[in-house]
């Protein structure tokens, strides 16, 4: 199945996992593995062009390709886009690679792979099939020259790590490693951000059976005073409800609107983080900062932090935690330090 070889010539490979905050995060322990099976490859990665601060975060990635078809579906007829276009496939094109994976099984994805070019005898490689409850698109696989086959309830970390290791001739056994700096004591914090230990609460998420009951995070917030706890946002929705939990918790601030570098420096220096099943918490999870995550209206199995005993879960498909249990969850957290 493998052409992977450890001679002088390094492997040139390519990641396609272009969206989203979630997904593109939990693809990233392929590059730490891929690596310390082949020190010299070189990796490059394709991803939507609002996650490209995340994965520059990895060291280990070579050069980023920036997709923005969210942004070119909106103005098609433009010249500017058009030009955007072409000067992406053009990019897409300058490099031969001996592997290219697509770990997320769209046809957008699989365009991608079609279209990228791989040297002489150069593996193309995919997923065989979805997880239960995915977005797999099964036209995809006619992309592939290796298609692999993983459980339906893979974890969604796994699964990337999975394809990789079977291609590339190495067993999966180690801790997931994003691949993500140590927060430094003497980098500089921005304003908006406290000196002394917060809490952050990430507490919106597109889908409102996934949030956790308004009563329930100011009742927690009461109970973890004084600490600060900083309410982030991400739409005109999510500030009103940021602005009610606020409204209930005197040692809460809502925050300005964030870029993603900035949410992710939030999730990086945070002494605490309470958050539903949303790209966020899964960030501060893979920071390894003391998390408490909150299952209300999606299955544990597929997302939960598994990596480190300072990410704790709570909760399951249609079974949310109660304040007590969290609380408790976020009190023992704190006590590790």
């Given at each position: 199945?493998?052409?992977?070889?450890?001679?002088?010539?390094?492997?040139?490979?390519?990641?396609?996992?272009?969206?989203?905050?979630?997904?593109?995060?939990?693809?990233?322990?392929?590059?730490?593995?891929?690596?310390?099976?082949?020190?010299?490859?070189?990796?490059?990665?394709?991803?939507?062009?609002?996650?490209?601060?995340?994965?520059?975060?990895?060291?280990?990635?070579?050069?980023?390709?920036?997709?923005?078809?969210?942004?070119?579906?909106?103005?098609?007829?433009?010249?500017?886009?058009?030009?955007?276009?072409?000067?992406?496939?053009?990019?897409?094109?300058?490099?031969?690679?001996?592997?290219?994976?697509?770990?997320?099984?769209?046809?957008?994805?699989?365009?991608?792979?079609?279209?990228?070019?791989i040297v002489p005898g150069g593996r193309k490689v995919g997923l065989a099939n979805g997880s239960e409850g995915s977005g797999y698109e099964g036209i995809?696989?006619?992309?592939?020259?290796?298609?692999?086959?993983?459980?339906?309830?893979?974890?969604?970390?796994?699964?990337?790590?999975?394809?990789?290791?079977?291609?590339?001739?190495?067993?999966?056994?180690?801790?997931?490693?994003?691949?993500?700096?140590?927060?430094?004591?003497?980098?500089?914090?921005?304003?908006?951000?406290?000196?002394?230990?917060?809490?952050?609460?990430?507490?919106?998420?597109?889908?409102?059976?996934?949030?956790?009951?308004?009563?329930?995070?100011?009742?927690?917030?009461?109970?973890?005073?004084?600490?600060?706890?900083?309410?982030?946002?991400?739409?005109?929705?999510?500030?009103?409800?940021?602005?009610?939990?606020?409204?209930?918790?005197?040692?809460?601030?809502?925050?300005?609107?964030?870029?993603?570098?900035?949410?992710?420096?939030?999730?990086?220096?945070?002494?605490?983080?309470?958050?539903?099943?949303?790209?966020?918490?899964h960030i501060a999870a893979a920071f390894v900062r003391p998390t408490v995550e909150i299952y209300a209206d999606s299955p544990r199995w597929k997302t939960?932090?598994?990596?480190s005993p300072r990410i704790l879960n709570l909760g399951d498909q249609g079974t949310p935690p109660s304040v007590a249990e969290v609380l408790a969850a976020?009190?023992?957290?704190?006590?590790?330090?």
């Amino acid at each position: 199945m493998t052409l992977a070889t450890t001679g002088s010539k390094p492997l040139n490979i390519l990641l396609v996992r272009v969206s989203s905050l979630g997904d593109v995060l939990h693809n990233l322990p392929m590059v730490a593995d891929i690596a310390r099976h082949y020190p010299d490859a070189n990796i490059d990665w394709v991803v939507e062009e609002g996650f490209v601060s995340l994965v520059r975060l990895n060291a280990r990635v070579r050069n980023i390709i920036p997709f923005a078809l969210r942004r070119w579906r909106k103005s098609l007829g433009k010249p500017e886009t058009r030009a955007e276009m072409k000067a992406f496939w053009r990019t897409l094109r300058q490099q031969q690679y001996d592997y290219v994976f697509d770990t997320q099984g769209l046809l957008k994805t699989g365009v991608i792979m079609g279209a990228a070019r791989i040297v002489p005898g150069g593996r193309k490689v995919g997923l065989a099939n979805g997880s239960e409850g995915s977005g797999y698109e099964g036209i995809s696989r006619i992309f592939h020259n290796i298609s692999v086959p993983t459980d339906p309830r893979t974890h969604a970390v796994a699964r990337g790590r999975i394809v990789a290791g079977a291609a590339l001739g190495y067993a999966v056994d180690t801790p997931a490693d994003f691949g993500l700096p140590e927060v430094s004591p003497n980098e500089p914090r921005p304003d908006w951000m406290p000196d002394q230990p917060y809490a952050v609460y990430f507490h919106g998420t597109a889908r409102d059976a996934k949030k956790w009951a308004p009563e329930n995070w100011i009742a927690l917030g009461r109970e973890l005073a004084p600490m600060p706890i900083l309410l982030p946002w991400g739409s005109p929705k999510e500030l009103a409800e940021a602005q009610v939990l606020a409204a209930g918790l005197p040692n809460a601030r809502v925050l300005p609107k964030l870029s993603m570098a900035d949410a992710m420096l939030l999730a990086r220096h945070a002494g605490l983080v309470i958050g539903v099943d949303t790209g966020l918490t899964h960030i501060a999870a893979a920071f390894v900062r003391p998390t408490v995550e909150i299952y209300a209206d999606s299955p544990r199995w597929k997302t939960e932090g598994n990596w480190s005993p300072r990410i704790l879960n709570l909760g399951d498909q249609g079974t949310p935690p109660s304040v007590a249990e969290v609380l408790a969850a976020a009190r023992s957290l704190l006590a590790q330090g």
